[in-house]
């Protein structure tokens, strides 16, 4: 499992047959760097002019990869995508102090990611990031069971207080939200 960005032009039309947090159309060269299993972030990159209002790049979501395949003999693939949710706020791709997210965790001189590869790999430390900075995470399918939520928030809780496990504190939040969505409890 690998941490990857795949960028997603979610807000303007696109040349590939994606199917938001459902399919992601990508062409052949990218094919080594998406594996099924890795975990993606969706990254909505700029359109445009720098003076355009489409001149804006964040992270909306994140899911797993599912299976891969092509059925135009190999010139562009479809991942499938699975377990999917939307992040409650978009995550800008700077940091507050300078710099940007994607850098965390790679060492390297370059001055920015590179905007121009639409798959690209992510470090654990920026995905933990990303998802700390979401405001929570949506789950897009629509046949929630609220049963198996309740029990993974014990589960979390559990985790939390009794591991001392931090990183079950963002389980928490993405469970009651759900929860709260679920049961048509506004949360601002």
Same mark, same amino acid.
Not at 67 to 89: H, P, R, V
Not at 91 to 100: A, F, N, P, Q, T
Not at 101 to 113: H, N, T, Y
């Given at each position: 499992?690998? &941490?990857?960005?795949?960028?997603?032009?979610?807000?303007?039309?696109?040349?590939?047959?994606?199917?938001?947090?459902?399919?992601?159309?990508?062409?052949?060269?990218?094919?080594?760097?998406?594996?099924?299993?890795?975990?993606?972030?969706?990254?909505?990159?700029?359109? +445009?002019?720098?003076?355009?209002? &489409?001149?804006?790049?964040?992270?909306?979501?994140?899911?797993?990869?599912?299976?891969?395949?092509?059925?135009?003999?190999?010139?562009? &693939?479809?991942? $499938?995508?699975?377990?999917?949710?939307?992040?409650?706020?978009?995550?800008?791709?700077?940091? $507050?102090?300078?710099?940007?997210?994607?850098?965390?965790?790679?060492?390297?001189?370059?001055?920015?990611?590179?905007?121009?590869?639409?798959?690209?790999?992510?470090?654990? $430390?920026?995905?933990?990031?990303?998802?700390?900075?979401?405001?929570?995470?949506?789950?897009?399918?629509?046949?929630?069971?609220?049963?198996?939520?309740?029990?993974?928030?014990?589960?979390?809780?559990?985790?939390? &207080?009794?591991?001392?496990?931090?990183?079950?504190?963002?389980?928490?939040?993405?469970?009651?939200?759900?929860?709260?969505?679920?049961? +048509?409890?506004?949360?601002?």
């Amino acid at each position: 499992m690998a &941490y990857i960005i795949l960028s997603q032009k979610k807000d303007f039309k696109s040349e590939y047959k994606d199917e938001l947090f459902k399919l992601y159309h990508f062409p052949a060269r990218y094919r080594s760097t998406i594996k099924t299993g890795d975990v993606f972030i969706y990254h909505q990159g700029k359109q +445009g002019a720098s003076s355009s209002p &489409y001149n804006i790049r964040y992270y909306f979501g994140m899911g797993i990869i599912g299976e891969i395949y092509s059925n135009d003999g190999g010139a562009t &693939y479809f991942a $499938e995508l699975k377990q999917c949710k939307m992040f409650f706020n978009n995550v800008s791709i700077k940091l $507050e102090d300078g710099g940007y997210v994607e850098q965390l965790g790679v060492a390297s001189d370059r001055i920015r990611p590179s905007w121009e590869h639409s798959i690209r790999v992510l470090s654990e $430390e920026a995905y933990k990031s990303i998802i700390n900075m979401s405001g929570g995470l949506m789950d897009l399918s629509s046949d929630v069971d609220t049963d198996a939520l309740k029990v993974d928030l014990k589960n979390s809780i559990d985790r939390f &207080y009794l591991n001392d496990d931090h990183q079950a504190l963002i389980d928490i939040m993405s469970l009651a939200l759900q929860l709260s969505q679920k049961h +048509g409890v506004l949360v601002k």
